[in-house]
């Protein structure tokens, strides 16, 4: 714990946060920086990098490059990740010669669904049923334990429902393992949730947090498509979805920003589904409708300075705007009714091509008729690009 760490002196050319991914958060994260007046160095990863056009530095090398390790620690203050699945071998090596908040330990843990599970339930911290599955035969034990529908997920590198199959229970484990393109994944219950809630949790180098409102998550083809802020929930339930985010934060001795989702079950209980150790989608409305963005939180943390409020300053839905939206790969949706609105604001990432789903950008609707206006702008770019 590094709460007598000295502050980098901000507006320094000495502070130069090295940010491990150069997506779209790593963008939104260097403009933040840009802003406050920090430099950033973006380490892409060898990746298409939408963070690379506003970065002050950038290192276009893959993550296991040591000539790119040498320049991001020669470089960067301080590092931080925008981006989980990064080898953890460089997360140490980078961590020996930088301080790289959050640490390489929690990122680790939660870049992995079985380390994450393992972490929960050793944490008592409410999560779903699981069993850890190797081969056929621990997939063929385990849906006999669990008697019922669930979903079978890769251990590592899953996101947006990717490495993901729903099982009913009924089917053929052997033949559902020889087709799992994986060596090792977890088996879950299926939970017939009621809503998906995520809080941002904000954990500074002397320990205290500050947390967002949370967030209610509507997703479309198993891609966020909606966060609605503040959730539509009992305010025990939205207590008691802030106090398990801190206590996982608390229990990952956390620095930084971090996401913990959750499924709000029928009875009113919650269960975490995942942690994700950076800025997270359903955290993208804080850029206009909260006193700090989570993108400054994220720099504050990792600089050393105090947190920011977290304060909702309205009621907001952030809507994501993906590669369907566009009526063509370079042809974008008309935009002008989203400016016409007037409390509407427009993100997008620079990403050249809209191929399939991918996240191009999303758009921050304030005000308390904002789902329904949200709802309305979004059937009308799907209907003009023909899709659904
Ligand atoms: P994940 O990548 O684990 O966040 O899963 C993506 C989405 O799939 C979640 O946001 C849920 O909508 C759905 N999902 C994942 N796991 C479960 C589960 N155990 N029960 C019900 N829905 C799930």
Redo the contacts with the bound molecule.
Sequence with gaps: MSSSAPLIPLHSPACIVGVIGGGQLGRMLALAARRMGVRTLIWTGGLEAPAVEVADEVIDLAFDDPEALRRCCATATVATVEFENIPRETLDAVAALTPLHPSPQAITICQH?EREKNFLREHNIPC?WFAVIANADDLANAMRELNGP??L?TAAF?????G?VKLEGTENPAEVWAAFDSDRAIL??????EK?LSVMVARSADGSMVTYDPAE?R?RH?I?DVSIVPARVSPAVALEATATARRVAEALDYRGILGV?F?LREDGSLLV??MAPRPHNSGHHTLDACATSQFEQQLRAVIGLPAGSPRLLSPVVMLNLLGDFWPGETTPPDWLPLFADGEAYLHLYGKRRAIGRRKMGHANFLGLDALERAETMKEQWLKAAGGA
């Design positions: 669904r779903t669930g979903v997920k899953g996101y947006d429902g990717k993901q879950e219950a299926w939970v017939p949730f998906e998550n997703h198993h966020l989702e499924f589904n995942e």
